[in-house]
């Protein structure tokens, strides 16, 4: 499973490359200072949701098309790669149960980052 953040970085400077601009436009258009945009394009920082939502908007795409992983990107799921040099079928299970916890546990992560986020960003 690829790291969410990365995804939409790479989602978001796929689309900046397509409109030929800058990390500082984009965090001019948005509201954020360069390093905080910068943060965001590396994956050091969680996207927040309206955050999300303004980029969304200014490209005029989905939000769900910079969360889309890229077909094209080639990377392999390494549980799933593991699973196929796995002798039993109870390993395999337990494999998919390992992996279906750990994409619940880095979910709950980065709902839990974003409710931080959003709950700092209305409090004034």
């Given at each position: 499973m690829a790291d969410i953040n990365i995804v939409v970085a790479n989602n978001i400077i796929d689309q900046m490359k397509k409109h030929n601009m800058k990390q500082i436009d984009l965090a001019n258009a948005i509201g954020v200072s360069k390093q905080i945009m910068s943060k965001m394009l590396n994956g050091s920082r969680l996207i927040g949701i309206a955050e999300l939502h303004k980029i969304a908007d200014y490209f005029h795409v989905k939000m769900d098309d910079l969360l889309q992983s890229s077909a094209e990107s080639g990377e392999v799921d390494v549980i799933r790669a593991?699973?196929?040099?796995?002798g039993s079928e109870a390993a395999r299970e337990a494999l998919h149960?390992?992996?279906?916890?750990a994409?619940?546990?880095?979910f709950h992560a980065n709902?839990?980052?974003n409710a931080k986020v959003m709950s700092e960003t209305w409090e004034m």
């Open positions: 593991f699973m196929g040099k796995v149960t390992a992996d279906e916890l994409d619940l546990i880095i709902v839990c980052e």
